[in-house]
């Protein structure tokens, strides 16, 4: 791959299970030859954004003209939106809850995070989520505080769609990273932000769209289940949905790259994604996994990338 200059730093500004920062460079050698070559995207869409670490990559090293970046978590995509419209907003509101909680001892900085915790779930019985109004911006601001200073960074909701990840202890947390804000705000300018199922991204995809896909994983063992960002989780049936999704926008021409978690790390014999993605090119790669609580089962596993053009 041709050495690619950077263009500003704008990066994810939450920490998201499944965010593939260790992946981009990989990802990026996949790309197709004619984008390598003209450092140009023409239309970019990510049907499963999460924190948007490949979209940020893409906007350092690319010059993507369309984008449109799609996610059926509507906390995750209203934080988005208030990045891309009221980043200073939004960086006055994480600012004057970095002051409090830096002033706090450990023990009432827990008080103080189980209190914005508390906040943040009764307030979605009262928020407009259709229609964007102020209130956005306190609800980013409490999501990227929670982000930052809970738990191992996740996002989870108990079955009644609370969130619901305990305190993380952390000596002093990156809770407003003001550069951050702006880069991924000004990268955010020219982009459709949308909340719904991936399968809506069909409207946005045309021949030579590129497509990346990052899908909740299929359960790499009975202990790795975290696919609950949302509470509707993703499941076996979806994956297949997707699968058909997939073979339905390769008849559209449009570049299609995929990661998912190969099931061979668990079972050699587990043929699950190379039958569902037969006559495609499908590769297994190297990857850190850190979403397993248990830290010694946090080790090197193949991840799999699926593309429906030319291996390189
Ligand atoms: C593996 S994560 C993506 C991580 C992302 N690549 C990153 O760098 O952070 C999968 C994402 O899919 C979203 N998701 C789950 N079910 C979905 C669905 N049916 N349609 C669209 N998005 C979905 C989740 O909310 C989650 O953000």
């Not at 020219?190 to 590129?210: P, R, V």
């Not at 979806?238 to 390769?250: C, G, N, W």
């Amino acid at each position: 791959m041709k050495v690619i200059k950077e263009r500003g730093q704008p990066k994810p500004f939450l920490k998201w299970a499944g965010g593939k920062t260790q992946l981009l460079n990989v990802l990026a050698t996949k790309l197709p030859e004619s984008i390598l070559s003209h450092l140009y995207i023409e239309r970019y869409v990510e049907p499963f954004v999460g924190s948007g670490a490949m979209f940020f990559f893409l906007k350092r090293h690319f010059k993507v003209n369309e984008s449109y970046l799609i996610d059926s978590n509507p906390e995750l995509i209203l934080a988005f939106r208030v990045v891309q419209k009221d980043p200073e907003t939004l960086i006055q509101a994480l600012q004057d809850l970095e002051k409090t909680y830096f002033c706090l001892s450990e023990k009432k900085r827990s008080e103080f995070f189980y209190h914005i915790r508390n906040q943040y779930n009764v307030q979605r019985y009262h928020l407009d989520y259709h229609r964007y109004n102020k209130n956005w911006i306190t609800r980013a601001s409490w999501l990227i505080f929670l982000n930052k200073t809970c738990y191992n960074g996740l996002f989870r909701l108990n079955r009644k769609g609370e969130f619901n990840v305990p305190f993380g202890r952390y000596k002093k947390p990156v809770i407003c990273d003001e550069e951050t804000l702006q880069e991924s705000s000004r990268a955010l300018q020219d982009t459709e932000i949308i909340c719904s199922d991936f399968s809506l991204s069909a409207s946005y995809i045309e021949k030579g769209t590129l497509v990346y896909f990052d899908p909740p994983y299929r359960p790499l063992n009975s202990t790795s289940n975290f696919t609950s960002y949302s509470r509707e989780g993703f499941s076996e049936a979806d994956q297949k949905r997707l699968a058909q999704f997939f073979r339905e926008m390769d008849k559209r021409g449009a570049y299609l790259i995929q990661s998912n978690s190969d099931p061979k790390n668990e079972d050699p014999e587990d043929n699950f994604f190379d039958d569902l993605y037969k006559g495609f090119v499908i590769e297994r790669v190297p990857a850190k996994r850190f979403i397993n609580c248990d830290a010694t089962r946090r080790g090197e596993i193949n991840e799999l990338i699926i593309r429906n053009y030319g291996a390189s």
